[in-house]
């Protein structure tokens, strides 16, 4: 499974456009990017998922340069609410999610 | 249908007893899977069935741990003999099987967050 590298915490304010970048060096050619986003006390939730390119969706967009070494998630216009951890996974049809290794994600913190 | 679902939400048990948890999967997804997640850390893969049949266990899975999925609905994870480092968030999720090549997303529940005293 590709190892993913995030950092471990941002810091945003209400409004601003916030993008993470998670490096994975090792991915494969079958391998799909995703993202979750998790609360406290809750089970993470699926945020957007890509192979190459750009993907967008009606939360996020996910860019992916063409060596796929790294991607980005950006989020618009963060809120409060958005406030919680940011999980980058690697893996094809049979590991994403589901037997990927999550890794320690990164922490946003929204402020007012 | 709600999603996935986990029974109970909380347990507190001393330490040297067994506990039960259940997980209730979205009914037409074919896989189930089993997270352990302690605070400040991300969700470790911990077993996933696909039907019935269990495919995959992490080493995290002692001998301790054991996980069924009878009639490839609903599944249990028991831990026996509980120990103080059992306790975390126990995370359940369920997601379709995969077609090669095509994405899936893993539906996860809100967990069971386990305190052994």
């Known amino acids: 499974l590709a190892k993913t590298t995030q950092p471990i915490s941002m810091d945003s304010y209400e409004g601003q456009e916030v993008n993470i970048t998670c490096s994975h060096n090792n991915i494969a050619t079958n391998d799909y990017i995703t993202w979750y986003q998790q609360f406290p006390s809750q089970g993470p939730r699926f945020i957007i998922q890509?192979?190459?390119t750009k993907v967008t969706n009606e939360v996020a967009s996910l860019f992916i340069p063409a060596d796929r070494k790294s991607s980005t998630l950006s989020l618009p216009r963060v809120s409060l609410s958005d406030t919680a951890v940011y999980y980058c996974l690697v893996g094809d049809g049979d590991t994403n999610a589901g037997k990927s290794t999550f890794g320690d994600g990164t922490t946003l913190t929204v402020k007012p | 249908d709600t999603g996935v679902s986990q029974d109970p939400r909380h347990k507190i048990t001393k330490r040297g007893q067994n506990v039960t948890f259940r997980c209730d999967p979205i009914s037409e997804h074919n896989r189930l899977y089993w997270y352990r997640q302690t605070l400040g850390q991300g969700p470790e893969f911990l077993t996933y069935?696909?039907?019935?049949?269990?495919?995959?266990k992490s080493r995290l899975l002692s001998d301790r741990f054991s996980a069924e999925r009878p009639k490839g609905s609903f599944s249990t994870l028991e831990i026996q003999r509980t120990e103080q480092g059992d306790s975390a968030m126990y995370l359940c999720a369920s997601s379709p099987l995969s077609i090669r090549g095509l994405n899936t997303e893993a539906f996860f529940g809100q967990g069971t967050r386990l305190t052994v005293v």
């Open positions: 069935f696909q039907n019935e049949a269990q495919l995959e």
């Open positions: 890509g192979y190459k």
